[in-house]
Each structure stands twice: as C-alpha cells, then as structure tokens.
C-alpha cells in the first residue's frame, strides 16, 4: 500500500461531467488499497472570473480580500469532488486550507507555504477516507485566507505530498507526461520516462508548461517523486500506476534507473520574450547598476545580458531580455532613468524568442553548445544573444523562426523518436 497525493488542473476539474470522471480515478487509487489526497484547482478559468469582479469592486483592491474571493473557486471544486465521490460509495471529506491549516506568510496573492499540520488528515486517510483539498490557499499567523500566486496548486500538491510524507505526488493534467519538445511541433517528439529535478526545473523555466517552477523547486528541496499523467482518459481505463506517464525524481535515482541516458534531455521554446537594447551607456563602474536596479525594484526579471565595449572604450551597448508583458513598464522606467544612465538611444524588439537544450549530460560531455550553434548557422539563423547554465544552454532568435529551430536541434541531438 503506498500514500499517494493526486492533482488535478482547471481542465480537469471543468464541469460535473469531468469531476466524475476524476472521481472515477481518484476511487481506482483507493480501491487498489491506497491511502489517498487530492489536490485540487479551480475550474478552468473561474479564477480569473474572480479576479476580474475584483478590479471591477476596486481598481486598487485590498490583496487580503482578494484572496478571500479568489480562493473560492477552488472551495467549491473540492466539495463538487467530496460530494461526487460520496455518490460513487467512497469516503471522502473536503480540507480546506484553513481547516487543515496550510499555514503561509503574510504575503497576501503571494504567499509561501510555512508549515501543515497533518495529523487530523492522517487519521482521517488511515480510516479509509478520501482527502480532497483545495490548492492555492493558505492561512496566515493572524488566520487570514491567503493565495500562493497564479499555478499556486501544483505548489500546494507537493507540499501536501511532503508533508504527508507521501510516496509519490502524481500531477494530473492535459498532457500525458513530460516530451522532448512540444508535440505540436515536433511530430517525432518522444515522451520522457524519467526526468531528473534540475532538468525539470530548467524546462519549466524556459517555456515547458507541463509543470509550474516553484512546484519543481519544493520537489527537489523535499525530495518529493513527482508523477505527471493524463486526466483525460476514459472511464475503464486502469489504475494510475499502470499508465506511461513521467517520472520526475532525483539525479541519484535516475542513475539507477537509466544507466544510458541521452544527453540531451529535452529542447524548449518560449515565445513570451522581449530585447531591449540600450546603445552607448557610459562605460564606467556602477552603470550598469543603473540600469537593472530600477528594474529589480519593479520586480521586472531580466534574463540574457550582453554587454558589448564600444569603439572608443568609452562607452558600450548593452542588450539583455525581459517578459513581453513587462516590456511597456521597463521602457517606461528606463526612458525616465535616461538621463542617470546615460545612454544615447534605446530601441525593443518584441518579435523574438528564447530557444534551449537542456540536459544533466552537459555536465560531462563537450560540444553540446557548439552542436547548438553550427546547427542554426547551417541553416542561417541568426544567434541574438547566449545564457547557459550547468545543464542548459539558450540562444535568443528571431521568433518566425523558432519552430525550425527547435525541429532542428531535436534531430541535431538524437532526440527524434
């Protein structure tokens, strides 16, 4: 018998029809003798009905009442599941977050995860009941309802799962597990068995949408074996653990289970990028500072960065990236530190992309970054700009060409299935 902690997204949760259907998987698990939770999301855009009744009550709302309204949406999946599964002849009960409690930080749409208390919920799930909680929401020192900011219930899953000392957490959403690249992009792509934490983390943060950044790094820091599969599958299908999906777990166990590993795990792409272009900054200490302090405090993160000497080693350019939808606040910002910075023109190009490999295999293998650039340049595209990491190697390019872009390093690699 394992403990297992189940998630399921929007999607899964849209309407009755889909609830019963994960109230079918989620009674699979228990019948096969698991003691088991469930995590669970709003429906599929009722989040962002909340918030948009929010604005419209007050342009400059309270964060610590809009966390009472938005954290509604989940509170009504998880009693539509509760009652679904009673319907079924299951034994299940709704925790809400501040029933449990999940306690966070103050942090009102932003909250962290502090502590959870577990032993009511352990008791209830040794007696045979299901847990059904719903992710996103938290409570503070002073019993205030908080939010974990947006994607916020992988995030509550996981640290459900290591709370519980759970023996997996299996994330349930509308793909079925973790591909080499995108699919729809790449007919050949190849759907990964295992994947370490760090390649996870790196995927997730280059564009791979499959799983939210924050809930990777609470995996890897609590050492939680993370499962990703489908929800959309039929009612007779069978139990979870028989189902190809992908694994995510430490380096040290992906060892012992794939010895011949490839190098390069997987190649992603993120279209939601921004340059912006700064042309003969003073080149002098401390310029540089001018131009990502003001950006920092506008909690604006900045990704590529190069920096280039000019001719007469009096000044330089400097060229770095930013999401697309911060563009128009870090233009506003630096044009109104123009003239503390320094620089004599400033110029943005929305129409490029972030392409990157990624695999733990760098660390022992030569090559892999010049396999990435004689492949583009064989086909004449254009390298904008250059960030690695110790598993990860992106290149900033044209966005008209990121699809052949990324259908080339995926054959460059081996990758093709």
Not at 256 to 271: F, H, N, P, S, V
Request: hydrophobic share 45%; charged share 25%.
């Amino acid at each position: 018998m394992a403990r297992i902690v189940m998630k399921f997204g929007g999607t899964s949760m849209a309407g009755t029809e889909r609830i019963r259907r994960v109230a079918g998987i989620v009674k699979r698990q228990q019948e096969a003798g698991h003691e088991v939770a469930v995590v669970v999301s709003a429906m599929s855009g009722e989040t962002d009905r909340l918030v948009n009744f929010c604005r419209e009550a007050n342009a400059l709302y309270d964060p610590a009442e809009y966390d009472v309204v938005v954290a509604s949406g989940e509170q009504v999946t998880s009693g539509l599941l509760a009652l679904t599964l009673q319907a079924m002849g299951a034994k299940a009960r709704s925790w809400l977050g501040w029933q449990m409690p999940i306690r966070t930080d103050d942090a009102h749409a932003k909250a962290r995860i502090e502590s959870i208390d577990t032993d009511e919920i352990l008791a209830s799930m040794a007696s045979g009941e299901i847990a059904v909680i719903p992710g996103f929401q938290g409570l503070t020192a002073d019993n205030r309802i908080t939010t974990l900011g947006r994607g916020g219930s992988d995030t509550s899953a996981v640290a459900v799962a290591a709370a519980l000392k759970a023996d997996r957490c299996d994330i349930y959403t509308d793909v079925d597990g973790v591909y080499t690249t995108d699919p729809r992009i790449v007919a050949k792509a190849r759907k990964l068995k295992n994947v370490t934490y760090e390649e996870m983390l790196e995927l997730a943060s280059v564009g791979s949408k499959v799983l939210q950044t924050r809930s990777v790094s609470l995996a890897m820091k609590e050492k939680v074996r993370v499962q990703v599969l489908s929800s959309f599958i039929d009612e007779d299908a069978p139990a979870a653990d028989t189902l190809p999906g992908t694994m995510i777990v430490s380096d040290e166990e992906l060892e012992g289970l794939d010895m011949e590993r490839q190098l390069i795990t997987g190649i992603a792409a993120d279209k939601n990028e921004a340059k912006v272009i700064l042309t003969a900054v003073p080149d002098r200490p401390g310029a540089v500072a001018t131009i990502f302090g003001p950006l920092a405090a506008a909690n604006i993160n900045v990704d590529m960065i190069i920096q280039n000497v000019g001719r007469e080693d009096t000044d330089t350019d400097v060229t770095f990236t930013v999401p697309q939808a911060d563009l128009p606040r870090a233009q506003a910002i630096l044009e109104e530190a123009s003239a503390v910075i320094g620089y004599q023109k400033l110029t943005t190009d929305p129409k490029v992309a972030k392409v990157s490999v990624v695999g733990v295999g760098m660390r022992s293998h030569a090559g892999v970054a010049a396999t990435m650039f004689k492949s583009l340049a064989d086909r004449g595209i254009n390298i904008q700009a250059i960030s690695t990491s110790e598993i990860k190697v992106s290149v900033l390019i044209d966005a008209d060409e990121v699809e052949l872009a990324v259908r080339l390093l995926h054959t460059a690699y081996g990758l093709d299935g």
